[in-house]
């Protein structure tokens, strides 16, 4: 069943106040748009393909309409989908590593076949695999990560009496975790705690403030789930 498409999918899933930086024009908003349009593309390609597959192997069907309800993490998203297509598929609809999509009792016709195959593509528009919420940065995140990092952290840490190292050429170490080797804005605060902590709270390092946003551009306290 050419529903492997999904486990392929599946295979590949801070209030700032006060004189925080912004990091420039661009701003954290346009960094979430940017991961919100991001994700959205990857599901209108899978249920483009999906879809594809569906109507050269059944002529005439007509594929329901279908929205991102929610964002699932892994750890809910297998129980919420079978929940979905099972609704939707009048039978229940299983997901497993190992042995793809299948359904109790398996289909019996050519009706009931087409019935889940149809559910599977609704259910994954409505609940996106967690896989399709992991991308690398775009271009707009790049470039308010280069801002933040070389121009508006600076220019806060020096509204603090503090000097930050100049950020290496290359920013996608912060992108991709926030460890940067060599580079320590905060380093002149090391020996003293109370004051790095305080640091840290008016000129955040740019992966807090990333972490701030789901891969799919909403504020880490909605997703996952």
């Known amino acids: 069943m ?25 701003g ?5 748009d940017e991961r919100a349009a991001r994700a959205e593309a990857r599901v209108d390609a899978l249920l483009a393909s999906y879809a594809e597959y569906l109507t050269d192997r059944w002529p005439g069907i007509l594929l329901p309409e ?18 979905c297509a099972s609704d939707a598929a009048g039978r229940s609809v299983v997901v497993d590593v190992d042995a793809g999509i299948t359904t109790i009792p398996p289909p019996q016709t050519a009706g009931e076949l087409r ?32 801002s933040y990092a070389r ?6 840490l020096r509204r603090q ?5 100049p950020l290496p050429a290359d920013p996608f ?26 640091l840290q709270a008016l000129c955040p390092h740019p992966s807090v ?11 880490t306290g909605e997703e996952p789930r």
């Open 151 to 156: 121009d508006a952290l600076p220019t806060c």
């Open 66 to 83: 279908t929205t991102v309800e929610a964002w699932l993490g892994p750890g809910v998203w297998t129980t919420a989908f079978q929940n």
């Open 2 to 26: 050419r529903p492997r498409i999904l486990m392929a999918a599946v295979a590949t899933g801070l209030a700032i106040t006060g004189c925080a930086p912004t990091g420039g024009a661009l």
């Open 115 to 146: 019935d889940v195959e149809t559910a599977i593509y609704l259910c994954q528009g409505r609940l996106p695999p967690p896989g399709l919420g992991v991308s690398d940065p775009g271009p707009v995140e790049i470039a308010w990560v280069s």
């Open 209 to 219: 403030l990333l972490a701030s946003i789901s891969a799919v551009g909403e504020p």
């Open 28 to 32: 954290l908003d346009a960094v979430a």
């Open 173 to 198: 170490a912060i992108l991709s975790g926030g460890a940067t080797p060599g580079w320590d804005p905060y380093a002149a605060a090391r020996g003293d705690a109370p004051e790095l902590r305080r």
């Open 161 to 165: 009496g503090v000097t930050a190292e």
